[in-house]
Nanobody, 124 residues
Framework: QVQLVESGGGLVQAGGSLRLSCAAS????????MGWFRQAPGKERAFVAA????????SHADSVKGRFTISRDNAKNTVYLQMNSLKPEDTAVYFC?????????????????WGQGTQVTVSS
């Protein structure tokens, strides 16, 4: 069983930055691909970014490319999402996700494990 706990959300002005963290625990988590999704009010959950277990492969949604960066520290079993140049349309609940396959996260959007989410609100 894998547990994921997000932190770092909050309220920020447009143009500002936030860094989300996701602490993972459980057997073998350092070998899991990890990702971030977000869900805005009234919208479906959407893929944001993913990273392979080694950190050698990353993928970002077009809507966040150049502004958001996913990274991981396997020594700490933690995944990060650095969010810069935030826009009001980035307002959403952000969820951390984990799966043995990065393709399951990036393509199928159906990872085995989810965190409970952290709210990010960007004011204009």
């Amino acid at each position: 069983q894998v547990q994921l706990v997000e932190s770092g959300g909050g309220l920020v002005q447009a143009g500002g930055s936030l860094r989300l963290s996701c602490a993972a625990s459980g057997r073998g988590v350092s070998r899991y691909a990890m990702g971030w999704f977000r869900q805005a009010p009234g919208k479906e959950r959407a893929f944001v970014a993913a990273i392979s277990w080694s950190g050698g492969g990353v993928s970002h949604a077009d809507s966040v490319k150049g502004r958001f960066t996913i990274s991981r520290d396997n020594a700490k079993n933690t995944v990060y999402l650095q969010m810069n140049s935030l826009k009001p349309e980035d307002t959403a609940v952000y969820f951390c996700a984990g799966d043995r396959s990065v393709q399951t996260i990036v393509v199928r959007h159906t990872p085995d494990y989810w965190g409970q989410g952290t709210q990010v609100t960007v004011s204009s």
